[in-house]
């Protein structure tokens, strides 16, 4: 079973976008990109430009379907996951290659590499406490969405908490950097 979410060629966009349909169908193109717009991830982006085209290719390749709205003028339509559009995507959510295992995208790790050019310690420590102030505001907005997510669905609730426990162990990372840098030299 696994691998057969690659063998469609399929990219984790397009895997997620299969699964939102799959589980919000039949739905609108527009409420999938609401959904992604809501998502507490950064990672993609619910623009127009990079839904649509990823929905246009599902289609192509047999995965979801569209229905047209009989009462709707402007041509809107309802979109599901085919039959082989839920086999390949319990095949994708089935397959872990060793990568899914990898830290995720981290903007604030990313920007640590470089943190020299900031030039003094005070510099260096005000971009770390400012990070930290962000993933601590960040980490209270996601407890308080939790109740919420719990109504929606259980899945809803464990993805949310997962994301919960990402943000605070940046927190907890970031204060070890600003513990390091009070006590040591500017970082090269």
Known sequence: ?????????????????????WMRGPCSAYAIRREFAQSNSSYWSSSSGSIYPVIRRLMALGL????????????????????KGRRVLRDWVHDLPPWTAMPSLDPVRARMNFLAVLGSRAAQLDFVERAQAAARVQAAELRRQLPACKTISQAEYLTNLGSLYEVEARANWLKQVAKALRAGPVVR
């Open 1 to 21: 079973m696994a691998g057969r979410a690659r063998r469609a060629g399929l990219t984790e966009l397009e895997s997620c976008v299969l699964g939102a349909i």
């Open 64 to 83: 979801v379907s569209a229905a047209s709205r009989p009462s709707d003028k402007r041509g809107k339509r309802d979109l599901a996951a085919s039959a």
